[in-house]
Nanobody, 112 residues
Framework: QVLLSESGGGLVHPGGSLRLSCTTSRSIFGSYSMAWYRQAPEKQRELVAQISSGGRISYADSAKGRFTISRDNVKKTVYLQMNSLKPEDTAVYYC??????WGQGTQVTVSQ
């Protein structure tokens, strides 16, 4: 089992930035495609960004130009740098490995 641990969420003003991190202790991290999803209240979980084991990256339209996903296979960590945050980015953000394993989520709140 791959255990994922997210961190970096919090409360930020509109226009601010946060960097989310997702870490696992498993050595097979490098073989998984990693992704960040988010789920806002009363909405379905949606893909934000993903990065393959080979480094191929894709973003949801809502994240393009503002968010950056990256991974460090040595540290077994995937990051989501979020800039120019908007109130509509408010959600619980989840990290997933291959959509098979999920973290517990970290709350991001964008508000005045």
């Amino acid at each position: 089992q791959v255990l994922l641990s997210e961190s970096g969420g919090g409360l930020v003003h509109p226009g601010g930035s946060l960097r989310l991190s997702c870490t696992t202790s498993r050595s097979i991290f490098g073989s998984y495609s990693m992704a960040w999803y988010r789920q806002a209240p009363e909405k379905q979980r949606e893909l934000v960004a993903q990065i393959s084991s080979g480094g191929r990256i894709s973003y949801a339209d809502s994240a393009k130009g503002r968010f950056t996903i990256s991974r460090d296979n040595v540290k077994k960590t995937v990051y989501l740098q979020m800039n120019s945050l908007k109130p509509e980015d408010t959600a619980v953000y989840y990290c997933t490995a291959g959509q098979m394993y999920w973290g517990q989520g970290t709350q991001v709140t964008v508000s005045q």
